[in-house]
């Protein structure tokens, strides 16, 4: 019986295993689509930074253009080359946590294997013991016939 329990105890220590599994993966995968998208914003940020830099030095160039103007037109682009920086340490961030949930989910998935083998095993053991003891009983039983004859 005691094994029977053991096999019992591994199966399931497998299955919770396994949700920890599916739960490291969804982890990395929302860590993974977080990254991306921070990165596709500053993608986006920094081309709509690069086109504000050309019309800015274009309409400074020409001539014609009010010192306010090209003030608060510089004043801006400030603005978004720190909002680019901003960017870029959530960049980070966001690549460190998606590291650290890829990580995760590799020891996860080592376990989760680690654990259905031991229940593998387990359960051939527990089967093992039950045939053998079957067979021990049906070897007692045949013993006893020829002792009865």
Known sequence: MKRRDEALSM?????????????????????SKLL??????????????GAEQRSWAEAVGGG???PE????WAAAIVR???GIRGLDDRIGAAASHSDTCKAEWRSAD???RAAEEKARRAGKQAAR???ESALGELADRLAGKDKAR
């Open 11 to 31: 199966k399931r220590i497998a299955e919770i295993r396994a949700l920890q599994l599916v739960a490291a993966q969804g982890a990395a995968v929302s860590a």
């Open 36 to 49: 991306s998208g921070i990165e596709g914003e500053r993608d986006s940020e920094a081309l709509t930074l």
């Open 64 to 66: 014609s253009f009010s």
């Open 69 to 72: 103007l090209a003030t608060a």
């Open 80 to 82: 978004r080359e720190e």
């Open 110 to 112: 080592l376990k989760a």
């Open 129 to 131: 013991l039950r045939e």
